[in-house]
């Protein structure tokens, strides 16, 4: 799989190149093909003839094709040393630790991982040089083996399709230099000149599709190859801006291969079109729905949580939601919620209520969940935060915070006095020690964190040696923390931590995988689905809403939680709360129970703010019903993000197999889909635990005449024979 790269004359001087060529014998000498395994060599031999050449090599390079492996290639990122831009860090970090190394130009960067995908690759180019390219075949690398910085020297494993498939999608990527690249000057595409609305086609025919990739020349689209003897079904539709539309599908034998550019690609968005017209005018297969293969990790689909019940909004949070809710585009889950996790932070540790000896107090978590990054997420927090500005100016300047990435910096925000001992010393003899302050401490211990971008706290949390879950875990259930360093001890006691992030669904579906994260550290959390509630082209009015009232309601309300202590509920909400407590407390299966699991206490905090902005220092039936319905919405949005998924990597992908096959599936059919890769102890331990939640069954039958062989076939469970 070895091969050279050399040095040829090139206007009367030597130049690096890196075209591959093999060595003969009789010193011999023909280029290399990256697609033909005859014109390889293995490694013994490429360094041994590397070594004879006589300085015509210049190196050596590792073809990709049937080697197993993938390859990420950075063009032109250490232009300005060894920091990446942006753009790099955000891939890279999609990455886990694996062998990289510098470019033989030295401005760019080469890293490798095992597994392979499906696709032509990934060639993109960003500003000036500089590009990302991925590929597993049809390519070589020049190796230097110079490693970048801290790279380990193994190659690491790696889901490569996933990470494929997800580029390819734009579920995730250098915002910053797509709106760079949207801003770029057009270009006149070639092909006919017509008007195309290949949204509103999708639209009106139900067509699965993945989302937008915008260019300079063209809007583009993956969507699923019409051709059955297609094999890789993974095609995509182009839009021209000057309204001009074309299709082609990535597999090179089907009759939809051309690429969009070429001729014909025209007339295959016709006959795509005509596919899906047809299959709408047939109607959904047995009553069910077309499935996309750009759906969620969980295939069965639940639908978006219905609006909040009108008794979430009593009192001065659901006043002040209705006064701004005409003036934005922000959802007003999203606003409420985000209100009241606002609000319990800025009133402090003061107003508890005490459930089995623990203190319930108004601190609050939440994640606001957006299909799309367009879902106004931001527009909502912003509004919070020009109320409560106006209630406590100081809170908002001084302990709303962001850049979290570590839990020891949570400590340090609200860290208490340290003292040092410092030895006292007479003619030179150590008589005794002092206390001295070498640090002051924070004294108002009220911390709101705000993360805009909920995947960087995910991802930071599961870099090895990293705290941030366990802190924020601690600070949710207590007011005490600290940890140790090695120059001081950090400690924190009386703190009072709030915390409010946003996210798209397909980035916390995908990052928050695991049932023991979601019971460990993510339970904490009101998660809370949020999309663009109206459209206005022209921005509200809110500057012409007259807020003094609700404000002045807001700061006595403020005020009066300082002064209130522990909390009781009246007769009517202890009635109301024996009704629902056993349904709040009791334990449901999967990741969509293990983010639930602590709602029976975050009733609790949510009707203790209530209670505190209506200036009560008693629960009432109320307070109860308006915490009860924020905590529905935030269940049927639970449900709506994480489905049915088990939060177990093996079953959850024998799932999407079984769902994807009505007929079933065996065992050995199993195996085989892991490509053996699984063990049969590993594959039994998946299904049981499908089987105990209810998503799969089996039916038993004999094979054989005799009846001694006994086949098994799995099969998922549908939603009408669940209910």
């Not at 094709?65 to 955000?90: C, E, F, I, Q, R």
């Not at 106006?390 to 915070?401: G, I, K, L, T």
């Not at 904490?524 to 404000?551: A, K, N, Q, Y």
């Amino acid at each position: 799989m070895w091969a050279f790269h050399l040095r040829r004359k090139q206007n009367g001087e030597w130049k690096l190149t890196k075209i591959p060529y093999v060595a003969l014998p009789n010193g011999v000498r023909r280029q290399a093909e990256s697609d033909n395994p005859e014109t390889w060599r293995t490694l013994e031999e490429a360094q041994r003839a590397y070594g004879n050449g006589s300085g015509f090599f210049t190196g050596i390079g590792f073809m990709f094709k049937n080697s197993g492996m993938s390859g990420a290639d950075y063009d032109h990122v250490l232009t300005d040393g060894h920091d990446v831009p942006l753009w790099a860090d955000k891939i890279m970090s999609e990455f886990p630790p694996t062998y990289t190394e510098y470019s033989v130009g030295g401005e760019g960067l080469h890293s490798l991982v095992e597994n392979t995908f499906t696709g032509p690759g990934i060639n993109e180019r960003f500003s000036g040089k500089s590009g990302f390219e991925f590929y597993c075949d049809g390519r070589f690398f020049c190796v230097t083996g110079k490693p970048y910085l801290n790279s380990p020297s193994t190659i690491a494993e790696f889901d490569s399709q996933d990470f494929y498939d997800r580029f390819k999608r734009g579920e995730f990527g250098p915002e910053e230099f797509r709106k760079q690249k949207e801003a770029e000057p057009e270009e006149d595409p070639d092909g006919p000149k017509r008007h195309e609305d290949v949204e509103s086609f999708f639209e009106e025919h139900k067509v699965p599709h993945g989302k937008p990739r915008k260019t300079p020349k063209f809007t583009s689209w993956d969507v699923e190859c019409p051709d059955p003897q297609c094999k890789a079904k993974n095609a995509y539709v182009m839009q021209h801006n000057d309204g001009g539309a074309g299709m082609g599908c990535y597999h090179k034998t089907c009759a939809y291969s051309k690429h969009l550019l070429e001729n014909g690609s025209y007339d295959k968005w016709n006959k795509f079109k005509a596919y899906w017209k047809a299959k709408r005018a047939e109607g959904p297969a047995n009553g069910k729905a077309s499935s996309s293969i750009f759906d969620g990790p969980t295939p069965a689909k639940f639908n978006w949580p219905e609006p909040l019940a009108e008794e979430a909004f009593y009192g001065p949070a659901g006043e002040l939601v209705r006064l701004v809710e005409p003036h934005t585009e922000a959802d007003p889950a999203a606003l409420l919620t985000q209100f009241l996790a606002g609000f319990g932070s800025l009133v402090g540790r003061h107003a508890y209520f005490k459930t089995d000896g623990a203190r319930q107090y108004a601190n609050l978590y939440v994640v606001i969940v957006g299909r799309t990054a367009k879902s106004r997420r931001g527009t909502s927090w912003n509004q919070t935060l020009r109320i409560l500005g106006q209630v406590d100016a100081d809170w908002v300047r001084e302990r709303v915070m962001s850049g979290t990435s570590t839990g020891e910096g949570i400590i340090w925000a609200v860290r208490d006095a340290i003292k040092e001992r410092h030895p006292v010393k007479q003619k030179g003899r150590v008589v005794g020690y002092d206390d001295v302050e070498s640090d002051p401490g924070i004294k108002d211990k009220r911390l709101l964190i705000f993360e805009a971008e909920y995947a960087r706290v995910l991802k930071a949390g599961e870099r090895t040696g990293n705290t941030i879950f366990e802190v924020l875990r601690d600070a949710f259930d207590k007011d005490c923390l600290n940890i140790l360093t090695k120059k001081q001890a950090a400690r924190s006691t009386g703190c009072h931590v709030g915390f409010v992030t946003h996210v798209t669904s397909d980035e916390l579906r995908r990052l928050l995988t695991d049932t023991s994260a979601a019971n460990g550290y993510a339970n904490r959390h009101l998660f809370v689905c949020s999309r663009r509630s109206r459209l206005l082209p022209e921005g509200g009015r809110l500057d012409e809403v007259d807020f003094t009232d609700v404000i002045e309601r807001l700061q006595k309300a403020a005020e009066f939680a300082r002064t209130c202590g522990e909390m009781k509920r009246d007769d009517e909400a202890k009635a109301i709360w024996r009704e629902v407590y056993q349904d709040l407390s009791e334990g449901k299966p999967g990741m969509f129970g293990a983010m639930i699991a602590r709602f029976d206490a975050i009733v609790v905090r949510l009707s203790v703010t209530y209670a505190l902005l209506d200036k009560s220092p008693l629960i009432k039936a109320a307070h109860l019903n308006a915490a009860l319905a924020v905590v529905k919405y935030c269940e049927a949005s639970a449900r709506f993000i994480f489905g049915d998924a088990v939060g177990d990597e093996t079953a959850d992908e024998i799932l999407r197999q079984l769902r994807s096959r009505p007929d079933g599936m065996t065992r050995a059919e199993l195996r085989d889909f892991f490509q053996r890769n699984k063990t049969s102890a590993e594959i039994s331990r998946a299904l049981g635990v499908l089987q105990e939640y209810g998503l799969a069954r089996v039916d038993r039958q004999r094979e054989s005449e005799d009846g001694l062989n006994l086949t098994e076939r799995w099969r998922a469970i549908t939603v009408s024979e669940a209910k």
